[in-house]
Every structure is written in C-alpha cells, then in structure tokens.
C-alpha cells in the first residue's frame, strides 16, 4: 500500500499502473478529522 498526497504523483502512479495493466484503489478520508 502507499500513501499519495500531490496531484503529480498520483498521475505518474496511474500512468505506470496503465503501462502495467495493473488496477489502483482509491480510499478517500476525510483527513485532517482522523488521528
């Protein structure tokens, strides 16, 4: 599992899962609410 936390990073994570026929999960929080 990791973490993303820029816009950039997420879309080069994507663009290599693509190249990868690989499949990315998203979890989204409500962050700064939870320890």
């Known amino acids: ?5 820029t816009i950039a990073w997420m879309k ?4 290599q899962a693509r ?3 690989s499949i990315i999960g998203l ?5 700064a609410l939870h320890d």
């Open 1 to 5: 599992m990791e973490i993303i936390r």
């Open 27 to 31: 979890v989204p929080t409500m962050g």
């Open 19 to 21: 190249s990868e026929n």
């Open 12 to 15: 080069e994570k994507a663009r």
